[in-house]
Structures are given as structure tokens and as C-alpha cells.
């Protein structure tokens, strides 16, 4: 059973920066995906357990930065340049198979879930 803990969301100006992070309880892929109210999740980012692959939506491209450090067991999401559009739930995933391709972006490819952590961009 793998543990995730998030921490780093909160209240930002617009062109502002947060950075999430995510403890694991094992050695796992993990992702980043966000929830807007009345919306869908969707996919933001994901890195392997090595920190050789990493995924972005186009969304975020550019703008957020996925690592990990594998010591810590912790992955870390630096958003820069924010956006209100940015503003949602963010949870962090992980799943003990290899991802690869396009797969990473679908939420039922995960398997362990952490809480969540509000994110809030104000205009």
C-alpha cells in the first residue's frame, strides 16, 4: 500500500509561484493531475521513478517543473507563472507500473491517491 502526502498549495497573485510537494511510501511513478469545480480531472504532469522520463500537459508546459528526489521518496511541482485558469484541486498519483506514452495522462493508470491540495490563482 503506498502512502501519498501533499503539501504546498495555497493563495497566489496571478504570474506568481508555488511548489507541491508529495511524499511517497514507495517506490513508484507519480503524476500530478487538478480538478476545477464542474470540471473534469485532468492531467498535469508525471516522472518516473528514475527522474529520466517526465510528462507535461501543454496546458503547463514552459511553466511547471516535475522532479523528484528519490532519497526524500518526494516529488516536488514548481509552478511558475501562474494563471487563474491554474486555479483547481491538485492531487497527486502514483501507480507501481511502468508508465510510458501517452498512458501517463489517464487517471485510471494510478492507482494510489493523496488528498489534495488547494491551489488558488487570483486574477
Known amino acids: 500500500q503506498v502512502q501519498l502526502v501533499e503539501s504546498g498549495g495555497g493563495l497566489v497573485q496571478a504570474g506568481g509561484s508555488l511548489r507541491l510537494s508529495c511524499a511517497a511510501s514507495?517506490?513508484?511513478?507519480m503524476g500530478w493531475f487538478r480538478q476545477a469545480p464542474g470540471k473534469e480531472r485532468e492531467f498535469v504532469s508525471a516522472?518516473?521513478?528514475?527522474?529520466?522520463?517526465?510528462y507535461y500537459a501543454d496546458s503547463v508546459k514552459g511553466r511547471f517543473t516535475i522532479s523528484r528526489d528519490a532519497a526524500k521518496n518526494t516529488v516536488y511541482l514548481q509552478m511558475n507563472s501562474l494563471k487563474p485558469e491554474d486555479t483547481a484541486v491538485y492531487y497527486c498519483a502514483a501507480t507501481a507500473e511502468w508508465l510510458v506514452g501517452r498512458v501517463v495522462v489517464t487517471p485510471q493508470k494510478y492507482d494510489y491517491w493523496g488528498q489534495g491540495t488547494q491551489v488558488t490563482v487570483s486574477s
Open positions: 516522472i518516473s521513478w528514475s527522474g529520466g522520463n517526465t
Open positions: 514507495g517506490r513508484t511513478f
